[in-house]
């Protein structure tokens, strides 16, 4: 009489996590150790790299300028009306945003300007007022504003993230990540401002600044964006100083 086959009861049939040793926490591991062999190496700012984005995007958004025998003169007596524009930044290899704070800032110190006399006042050119996207629609809308200068705004970050010695002897055990100083986050921001005459459509200035923040601390822990925003910050308040020395010149020769 032949046996019939011995069935394992469906409870028992399972895998053995530990018996072939594999861990159920190995998949959860394995996304991170992937994102930290994926910034283990130092790949350094690039500043020429900003550089060439911003004038790059200052071709394309200025186009072509009319000759100076055809471009209207500026006639205007006393301290001018000045406008203001942050160039959109929400693009690959800007990475940021400008936010309410950098338009705060750049207000007040506006108010600087306008306490010394060398501006009669200022405001923000709004990007819905502009009819269209490139410079020649940026200063009929400030035209429309009342101002007689234009001040753009342009800027660009990048972040270096890289690992030290603690981040080999100490992520892999898991903790080592959210607590073991093993990550790296570098961030360079450039801005870049340009002073426009309004009618005249003549560039008068043209400055530049660096910000550069750094950090070190656990990899969960350590968030580009915020070494970002402290670059940028850097930087804006450094254009604004010499942009503010470009303002006192002009003034004085008036």
Request: aromatic share 8%.
């Given at each position: 009489?032949?046996?019939?086959?011995?069935?394992?009861?469906?409870s028992k049939?399972?895998?053995?996590?530990?018996?072939?040793?594999?861990?159920?926490?190995?998949?959860?591991?394995?996304?991170?150790?992937?994102?930290?062999?994926?910034?283990?190496?130092?790949?350094?700012?690039?500043?020429?790299?900003?550089?060439?984005?911003?004038?790059?995007?200052?071709?394309?958004?200025?186009?072509?300028?009319?000759?100076?025998?055809?471009?209207?003169?500026?006639?205007?007596?006393?301290?001018?009306?000045?406008?203001?524009?942050?160039?959109?930044?929400?693009?690959l290899r800007?990475?940021?945003?400008?936010?309410?704070?950098?338009?705060?800032?750049?207000?007040?110190?506006?108010?600087?300007?306008?306490?010394?006399?060398?501006?009669?006042?200022?405001?923000?050119?709004?990007?819905?007022?502009?009819?269209?996207?490139?410079?020649?629609?940026?200063?009929?809308?400030?035209?429309?504003?009342?101002?007689?200068?234009?001040?753009?705004?342009?800027?660009?970050?990048?972040?270096?993230?890289?690992?030290?010695?603690?981040?080999?002897?100490?992520?892999?055990?898991?903790?080592?990540?959210?607590?073991?100083?093993?990550?790296?986050?570098?961030?360079?921001?450039?801005?870049?401002?340009?002073?426009?005459?309004?009618?005249?459509?003549?560039?008068?200035?043209?400055?530049?600044?660096?910000?550069?923040?750094?950090?070190?601390?656990?990899?969960?822990?350590?968030?580009?964006?915020?070494?970002?925003?402290?670059?940028?910050?850097?930087?804006?308040?450094?254009?604004?100083?010499?942009?503010?020395?470009?303002?006192a010149r002009?003034?004085?020769?008036?």
């Open positions: 009489m032949t046996k019939a086959p011995h069935r394992v009861p469906p049939i399972r895998i053995s996590w530990i018996g072939t040793g594999v861990n159920r926490r190995s998949y959860m591991v394995l996304p991170l150790l992937l994102f930290l062999t994926a910034c283990a190496g130092s790949q350094g700012l690039r500043l020429d790299s900003l550089q060439q984005t911003l004038q790059d995007e200052e071709v394309r958004f200025v186009g072509a300028l009319p000759s100076p025998s055809t471009a209207n003169s500026s006639t205007r007596q006393g301290p001018p009306r000045l406008g203001l524009y942050f160039m959109p930044t929400g693009f800007h990475e940021f945003e400008w936010t309410d704070a950098d338009r705060e800032s750049l207000l007040a110190w506006t108010n600087g300007l306008k306490r010394d006399g060398l501006i009669s006042g200022a405001s923000f050119i709004q990007l819905s007022s502009i009819k269209g996207n490139q410079l020649a629609q940026l200063r009929e809308s400030a035209m429309r504003y009342g101002a007689d200068l234009l001040l753009i705004v342009d800027g660009a970050a990048n972040v270096d993230r890289y690992n030290n010695y603690k981040a080999v002897l100490l992520y892999w055990t898991i903790l080592g990540a959210y607590f073991a100083d093993g990550t790296h986050s570098d961030a360079l921001c450039l801005v870049r401002g340009a002073l426009w005459d309004v009618r005249g459509e003549t560039k008068l200035v043209g400055e530049e600044a660096q910000g550069l923040s750094k950090t070190v601390g656990p990899a969960a822990r350590v968030e580009d964006q915020e070494q970002v925003t402290a670059a940028r910050r850097q930087a804006l308040t450094k254009l604004m100083d010499k942009l503010r020395d470009d303002f002009t003034g004085s020769r008036r």
